[in-house]
């Protein structure tokens, strides 16, 4: 029998970039390599409960302080920890295992040499975010942080000024912060410390949220490159944040023709994959 009326086409696009990146796929590499059930991650080894939860019952578990353990394996988490920490473990006769991703690692060794060369340090980022604040231990907690334009105007002239980032720092935001610091000081080094995958993610997510009608971000609410993914996409068209396919509501995609998804650099494949089923399914 010949179908009568129309018929809703709507097209769903993913991004060129998105998901897991590098540093988060090593992470998880090394945490399975180590999944005895005697081994715990300092804090979630990223930002993805889902992740974190499937690592549980793999044998990985989570501690969020170093008393919670008295035996077994520390596995340092993607966003890195001061120097401190692993003093600590090896007091308590713990063994280590790094996880921390390449590039914190790098921003973590670019605040330390400009410490040690008598720069005052500015991390760009966010100050509750655990890889900043890692990055500030490795400064010899002599640096400070600077997350607003308006910080950044009324930060105090120095002799000597060292610029870092959180990896996850959008590019212009970073230049423009970086612009209201140059009248700062006669002696400025600049280590642009953002991670390519970032800007990579963040290039692709905007671009394909202007030429689309609705955007889906995944990833978790907890991951700051995950929300200023949403974000950036959000200035281009009507966006939804979720962690998982079970939050999609099929009216969002009510009057709308072409969809685009995207995922922060901790959102795992299988997630992915769920919410794009999900979403072609919703119409």
Known sequence: MPLTGKVKIMEVVLAEYLGFCYGVKRA???AREHADGKSCTLGPIIHNPQMVRRLEKEGVGMIENLSEMTEGTVIIR???VGPQVYDEIKAKGLKVVDATCPHVKRAQLAAKELAEGGYQVVIVGEKN????????EWADKR???LETEEEAEGFAPCPKLGIVSQTTVAGERFEKMVLRLLSKSADIRILRTICTATEQRQTAAMELASKVDVMIVVGGRNSANTTRLAKLCGSKCRTYHIETAEEILPEWFSKSKKVGITAGASTPDWIIREVSKSVRGSY
Request: no cysteine; net charge positive.
């Open 28 to 30: 998880i590499k090394i």
């Open 78 to 80: 993607s966003h890195g």
């Open 129 to 136: 975010h655990p890889e900043v604040k890692s990055i500030f």
């Open 143 to 145: 640096a400070v942080i």
